[in-house]
């Protein structure tokens, strides 16, 4: 069988898409180990400091706690070490309690809790006030019950009480101090307790002030995560607290911390939830750096291609419609441009045309020589192709067989022997044909 050249068919692919996947393959590539690559570098580094972040803002709203409870404390120490406060305790005068614990007071320092013991623990002046309703209420039962587990005592001892208490009412900032005389000399008269309530008020005064969305809620609350539970409890104004900080997919991070009341047990769970502005700029920051990646990446495709389109892929393409006219007859030779190796390759094209054209005009001549000598020779003449089929035959072979050319052609030639002879010379001719071996025998023309 003859071998076929494949050529450009409706399922072919061209040099310039398959150079165009390429390039597009390649440059994809590329984009994903960037992208991959910035992925892993750059979103632990603004995970962790959106971390520090969160911790920071969790740090600024206890530290403000702290800052308010020692507030608190040194207005309780101002009132506690004051000779008037220290008669007051031991005579309970009318004139004290007019001129100093009016409503007023309340209004003026922000208090919610202000009570006023005596050296035997008890109560002198206790009362409770509305600061958004502007009046006073009962005060809390449960209170005087926790400054009778020791409270009191280690305060009218001297030692300086100031934290939270969890009460049924909210979380109290409380401050308690020994009464004593204005050159805080004893012995101690009793007890001054100052309270401010850690209620919704204060908690958006902090948030304003700090820029946190910080909130508290008790130990027990359904809201508080399971991890917060094995965290150190810390009562504001110790060391740095022990966090946890809980990212909730890609827009909230939060951040969760134990508080201990004022006898350091774990009473409340301080929460800040905060939006995630450094994941946000970060993957738009990705975006930016992948689209500008895109844009460069198609940027050098479209250079790339039209380069390879005008040195090499157009003068293929010219190449390509050369070869075709010369197979159509329209040209010699293809043209040969240029110094490169497409031009070496055409400039081998045309050697190679040359070549065939010497050949055939000598393949002509030979022919020419072949049939004259056929046509002049006495004996019989006979070609056939490859198959065994007759394709030529002189003119002493047709006076021969008395069978004229086309009447010969193919398996024609056959008719011409005998009958007794045809089918085995039919079947050993073409056997020698197919096996490429010689053949001969003697045989009778009808």
Not at 221 to 241: I, K
Not at 298 to 305: D, E, Q, S
Request: proline share 4%.
């Amino acid at each position: 069988m003859r071998d076929r050249v494949a050529g450009h068919g409706p399922g072919a692919v061209t040099l310039r898409s398959k150079t165009l996947l390429i390039i597009g393959l390649v440059m994809t590539g590329l984009l994903s180990m960037v992208f991959v690559a910035s992925r892993a570098l750059m979103d632990p580094h603004f995970d962790d400091l959106e971390r520090r972040d969160a911790e920071d803002a969790m740090h600024r709203a206890l530290g403000m706690i702290d800052y308010q409870t020692r507030q608190l404390d040194r207005t309780c120490v101002d009132w506690a070490s004051w000779d008037d406060t220290y008669a007051f305790a031991a005579d309970g005068n009318a004139e004290y309690a007019l001129a100093n614990l009016s409503d007023e007071t309340f209004q003026n320092l922000d208090l919610n809790i202000r009570a006023i013991y005596d050296a035997g623990l008890t109560p002198v002046s206790a009362a409770a006030y509305d600061l958004i309703g502007q009046r006073q209420v009962p005060f809390p039962a449960l209170l005087h019950q926790k400054f009778g587990d020791g409270l009191l005592a280690r305060a009218l001892a001297g030692e300086p009480m100031r934290g939270i208490l969890v009460l049924p009412e909210g979380s109290l900032m409380l401050a308690a101090r020994p009464i004593l005389d204005s050159a805080h000399g004893g012995p101690a008269h009793g007890v001054f307790v100052f309270g401010r309530y850690l209620d919704a008020v204060e908690l958006a005064n902090i948030n304003a002030l700090m820029q946190v969305n910080f909130r508290v809620y008790d130990i027990a609350s359904p809201l508080a995560p399971a991890g917060v539970m094995h965290l150190e409890s810390n009562t504001p104004g110790e060391a740095a607290p022990q966090l946890l900080v809980i990212v909730d997919g890609n827009e909230r991070i939060s951040t969760y911390a134990m508080m201990s009341d004022i006898s350091g047990r774990p009473a409340l769970v301080a929460h800040n939830s905060a939006s995630r502005p450094v994941h946000a700029r970060s993957q738009t920051m990705l975006r930016y750096v992948v689209g500008a990646l895109v844009a460069a990446g198609l940027a050098f495709g479209l250079v790339t291609n039209l380069l390879l389109s005008r040195t090499v892929l157009n003068r293929l393409s010219r190449l390509s419609r050369d070869l075709t006219a010369v197979t159509a007859g329209t040209m010699s030779r293809v043209n040969a441009d240029g110094r490169d190796e497409v031009a070496q390759v055409s400039h081998s094209i045309n050697r190679t045309l040359a070549a065939l054209d010497e050949s055939k005009a000598g393949l002509a001549g030979s022919e020419a020589k072949f049939r004259t000598m056929a046509e002049c020779a006495p004996l019989g003449i006979f070609l056939t192709d490859s198959d065994g089929d007759c394709i030529f035959v002189n003119k002493a072979y047709q006076d021969i067989s008395g069978y004229g050319l086309e009447a010969v052609r193919g398996s024609g030639w056959s008719n011409s022997v005998h009958e007794e002879d045809r089918r085995k010379v039919f079947g050993d001719w073409y056997n020698a044909a197919k096996t490429r071996s010689s053949f001969k025998s003697c045989l009778l023309y009808t």
